[in-house]
């Protein structure tokens, strides 16, 4: 205790309280100074993040036509962007850095795989849980094949499909931070720099603004998809 | 590519395996930490939400740990159990530097799907047979213990099996900060720049992966009441990686 006083003591000025003598967890002062540097991470994080899902979205949806398509190729589709699943994330970066470098693409690409396996799962219910009589009305009145997809089954199946694009965008904002370790983590770099230097009002901003990007993401979806589904909005809420 | 060679030496040099920083040492420490996790969030979420689902109450409480623990990053969480000065302890027996820390992470990632899955297993028990247990005279306890639980096995063990291969995988975050397991070998090769022995970490890791989740299918079969019979997964088995 008198050690610390006398740091406080010698330091000519009132010491912020992001100094080694003081550390506090909440500095208002911190969020002021290094504002560019909290708001340059929480772009990289954004984009990185909406980079990923949307590469897996790119992928999930052929992946789940054909999987609905040839049943066979149904077990191969889910087994494989389950097995991805199994190998952890501080794994799968490295694993894919010979291919990519030490760069933000190698986060994103790991990322969107790991984003695949929900999606592709949620495609597929969403597209199973439109009914048979609905699609053979649909035909009926003489809906092409391409015109049946995105006119009928596909916003029948938003409310399943956005479920599993919820759960994938939250689970990915999470998932960026491990990008700390090739250097392209966003909020992550400075958890890890937090961590390591011991800076604790660095670390908690990081954390708490890692988690309301998720939330807000989140939020965003769910009135996107009230936006698209007005027909559900009577009932239960998907 | 060269850097495949130089993971192939690291893999196959034995010196690389023995010794006190060896892999066989950080791999045991990862699965005295994945198994210790795991039969902490069993201990604690099991009996919540199994009886909570024989209550039929409590569904939202459970939906929304599962949300809520998606959104926090286990590195953040990580991160902050290690710098707080509780519990501040530098060392935890077998456990190593920042031991407790990764544990008390690990345990919270582990509850969601556990809680989640026991939860919906007790609930989708078929409303007729639990309607027949209590024709036939049985107390709740009973109900409970003899016919709930046992047909809602099979989705509780999925749970269970989906926590241990997700809390394996994610123990290895540890390192990040300067946790035990292996997941030290993967960043000590890349903070080092070298890749070799990053991957062969990362190789070893999803290695152990499959065959913990094989383990754990056999595992899940054995506590099949009806063998053979469709087990129903729920949407929610696929919680975040870490």
Redesign the interface.
């Known amino acids: 205790m008198t050690l610390l006083g006398l740091q406080v003591a010698t330091a000519a000025s009132e010491p912020s309280c992001y100094s080694r003598a003081v550390n506090d967890w909440v500095c208002g002062a911190y969020l002021a100074d290094r504002r560019q540097q909290l708001v340059e991470a929480t772009i990289e994080h954004l984009w990185i993040t909406t980079a990923a899902v949307l590469l897996g979205v790119a992928i999930a949806f052929p992946l789940a036509l054909l999987a609905r398509r040839q049943p066979r190729l149904e077990g191969l589709v889910l087994g494989v962007s389950t097995g991805l ?8 970066f ?2 894919l ?2 291919f990519t470098g030490i760069s933000a693409t190698t986060v994103v690409i790991g990322l969107a795989a ?1 984003a695949l ?2 999606l592709v ?2 495609m597929l ?1 969403g597209l199973r849980s439109v009914p048979a009589d609905v699609r053979e009305s649909a035909t009926g009145l003489g809906y092409s094949p391409t015109s049946l997809l995105f006119r009928i089954e596909l916003p029948l199946a938003l409310p399943v499909i956005m ?1 599993g694009l919820r ?1 994938a965008t ?2 990915t ?3 960026t ?2 990008g ?3 250097a392209h983590g966003g909020l ?1 770099n400075l ?2 720099d ?2 390591f230097s ?1 800076f ?1 009002a660095e ?2 901003a ?2 708490v603004l ?2 309301l990007l ?2 807000l993401l ?1 939020v965003l979806l769910v009135l996107t998809q009230r936006l698209l589904t007005p027909w559900t909005r009577g009932g239960a809420a998907a | ?1 060269n ?2 060679v130089d993971t192939w030496d690291y893999l196959f040099d034995g010196a690389n395996w023995g010794g006190s920083g060896g892999m066989w040492r950080l791999l045991v420490q990862q699965l005295l930490i994945t198994v210790t996790a795991l039969v902490a969030a069993m201990a604690v979420g099991l009996p919540v939400a199994l009886w909570l689902g024989h209550l039929g109450r409590g569904g939202f409480l459970a939906i929304n740990i599962s ?1 809520v623990g ?8 990580l ?2 159990l ?2 707080l000065d509780w519990p501040g302890v530098t060392t935890f027996g077998p456990y190593g530097r920042a031991g407790i820390a990764t544990l008390l992470a690990l345990t919270a990632f582990a509850l969601p799907p556990i809680i989640t899955n026991s939860y919906v297993a007790v609930t989708e028990v078929a409303a007729e047979v639990k309607e027949s247990a209590r024709g036939m005279g049985m107390t709740s306890w009973q109900q409970f213990s003899r016919v709930e639980l046992p047909l809602a096995l099979p989705l509780v063990a999925a749970g269970v099996r989906l926590a241990l ?1 997700q809390v ?3 123990a ?2 540890a ?3 300067a946790g035990p397991g292996l ?1 030290r070998v ?2 000590d ?2 903070y080092n720049s070298y ?1 070799g022995k ?2 062969a ?3 070893v ?2 290695l152990v ?2 065959v913990l ?1 094989l383990l754990a299918a056999l595992g899940q079969r054995l506590v099949h009441p009806l063998p053979r019979a469709a087990v129903r997964r729920t ?1 929610d088995s ?5």
């Open positions: 699943y199994t190998i952890p994330s501080l794994a799968l490295p694993l850095v010979p790991y396996t929900i799962r949620s219910e479920a759960i939250v689970s904002v999470a998932l931070t491990v700390a370790l090739v992550g958890i890890q937090g961590v011991n604790r670390l908690l990081a954390c890692c988690v998720a939330l989140d | 590519m850097v495949f949300n998606r959104a926090i990053p286990t590195f953040a969480l991160a902050l290690v710098t291969v394996w995988a994610t290895t975050i390192a990040l900060v997941g993967i960043t090769g890349f890749y990053g991957i970490g990362a190789v890791v999803a992966a499959l989740e949407d696929m919680p975040a990686p870490g």
